[in-house]
């Protein structure tokens, strides 16, 4: 079969035509490795193709094997959308970008923060340089490459920069706008993110500080629990020590990290030690023994867990001035053993919330952007103020707000295009906080993984996972390693 590059005549004819009905089978991917129209935040890539379904899929590692596919319309000149593949090729990790609007096909490569055409071809040449192309980025060679790179895992970068090496390559830098795309980056940064993932609890201490961030919003059923919960997840599976804390008296974080294994009260094994003796007790309750192992994500991660009786103890607790700063104190004597403490909040202006802001460097605001999740800013950002002056007089730095995050969005196409953009715009305008770039849109996996239940004898216990373990190549398991690595990049950690 040869390719006919005058059968397509708009960009939907290049997508069908050229790439779904003659490169990808040409190239050796079946439709379960490609994804048409795949969102990620404000990206929207035409294709995104996976050689390897790497379970679970980490977009700060294993892009090598995926390639992103954008489709133009014939009359569009390619030179206008090199710094757009650029942009999605290096915030989502890929190595390979294709693009083409079926006059020609180029293929640019990814070298840290830059991409070089690799490839390039003519449509009706299509037919004899195919092989070529197969060679960078068909299924096949892939996965030698990934095997390759298994035996010997420090040679990953260095196999695949070799790639552009290939012989028959057509190099042609002149059509490259400006010498930076040129400009390889040092790998040294990927051979890292990579040593990390292999030993990602011998991690050498680069960070000194352990990072403490509070997931707040003063509306409830926004998204703060699924944050916190999926965010560790995601920011485990890139190697981070993850403590969680649950704040909330509502215990949603204990129940959805699965530490609710009891159906009848008298066997509640929480009651006794939980977050409110770790804030009551200086000399008793240290992080280590109340802190407990939960399955929820894989690796395993601990969690303090909260307690529907907080409630109860908000005003004695409240008499001991100690009780605000007690978190801080016990986060010290556990610095060396976690990079990053996740800290979910109620939804209330209350001493556990003010404890969150008090003990964290940062805050992460999720938000449904609707009507009352906006005028709650309000509340926050004066809730925030007040706090700062405290933690002023502890010679605490005040907290960086990451920023506001866009939670349970509609999916509809219309609301994505037309209302989100003027939703998200008017944070800042209106409000002076900022936004995250990485969207959490509404998805039933979330909910569905978080009320997993496991039968033990007669009795139903909770079996939550965070949503990458139970559904590692989700569009919402995507949506969290995406957020996971926004944040670590936004606190430094990246
Ligand atoms: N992105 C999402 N898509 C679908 N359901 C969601 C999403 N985020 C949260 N939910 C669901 O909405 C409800 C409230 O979310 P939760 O995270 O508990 O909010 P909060 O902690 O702010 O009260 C839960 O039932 C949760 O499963
Ligand atoms: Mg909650």
Aim: hydrophobic residues 40%; proline residues 5%.
């Amino acid at each position: 079969m040869s390719f006919q590059p005058e059968l397509c005549r708009n960009e939907s004819e290049v997508e069908s035509k050229l790439i779904v009905q003659y490169l990808l089978p040409k190239l050796g991917y079946s439709p379960d490795t490609w994804h048409q129209e795949v969102t990620f935040g404000s990206i929207r890539l035409d294709f995104l193709v996976f050689a390897n379904q790497v379970v679970p899929f980490v977009l700060d590692s294993n892009s090598p094997l995926s390639v992103v596919m954008e489709a133009k319309h014939p009359n569009q000149n390619l030179n206008s959308h090199i710094r757009r593949l650029k942009r999605y090729l290096t915030s989502l990790n890929v190595r390979y970008g294709l693009l083409t609007n079926g006059k020609e096909i180029r293929i640019y490569h990814r070298v840290g923060a830059e991409i070089q055409l690799v490839f390039k071809c003519l449509g009706q040449e299509l037919g004899v340089k195919i092989n070529e192309i197969k060679a960078l980025i068909g299924r096949e060679s892939f996965q030698e490459n990934y095997l390759k790179s298994e035996r010997s895992p420090n040679l990953t970068d260095t196999n695949s920069s070799e790639s552009i090496l290939l012989p028959g390559i057509i190099e042609n830098k002149q059509d490259v706008p400006t010498t930076s795309f040129l400009q390889a980056q040092p790998l040294a940064h990927h051979h890292k993110i990579l040593q990390n993932l292999d030993h990602p609890s011998s991690e050498p201490q680069r960070h000194k500080k352990v990072k403490i961030i509070a997931v707040y919003h003063n509306k409830g059923g926004v998204g703060k629990t699924t944050t916190v919960v999926n965010l560790a997840a995601a920011i485990r599976k890139a190697g981070k020590r993850v403590l969680i804390i649950d704040l909330d008296s509502q215990a949603n974080t204990t129940f959805a990290t699965g530490l609710v294994k009891f159906d009848d009260e008298n066997f509640d094994d929480i009651k006794d030690s939980n977050i409110r003796h770790v804030l009551e007790s200086e000399d008793f309750y240290q992080i280590p023994e109340v802190a407990k192992t939960s399955q929820f994500s894989d690796p395993e991660i601990k969690v303090i867990p909260s307690h529907i009786n907080l409630m109860k103890y908000e005003n004695e607790l409240n008499q001991n001035e100690s009780s605000k700063t007690m978190l801080i104190q016990k986060l010290e004597g556990v610095k060396h053993e976690y990079d990053i403490v996740l800290i979910d909040t109620p939804p209330s202006l209350n001493l556990y919330a003010r404890i969150a802001i008090i003990t964290a460097d940062y805050l992460l605001i999720p938000s449904d952007l609707k009507p009352f999740a906006n005028q709650g800013l309000i509340n926050v950002k004066e809730f925030i103020k007040i706090i700062n002056s405290f933690k002023k007089m502890l010679r605490k730095p005040p907290i960086e707000v990451l920023g506001v995050l866009a939670c349970k969005i509609s999916t509809n196409a219309k609301f994505v295009q037309h209302t989100l953009p003027k939703r998200l715009a008017a944070i800042p305008e209106r409000y002076g906080l900022k936004v995250l770039e990485t969207v959490i849109y509404e998805r039933d996996d979330l909910a569905k993984c978080a009320e997993k239940t496991q039968t033990v004898g007669n009795m139903e216990i909770a079996d939550p996972l965070s949503v990458l373990d139970f559904k590692p190549d989700s569009m919402a398991a995507r949506e969290f390693e995406l957020l996971g690595k926004e944040v670590l990049e936004k606190i430094g950690m990246a």
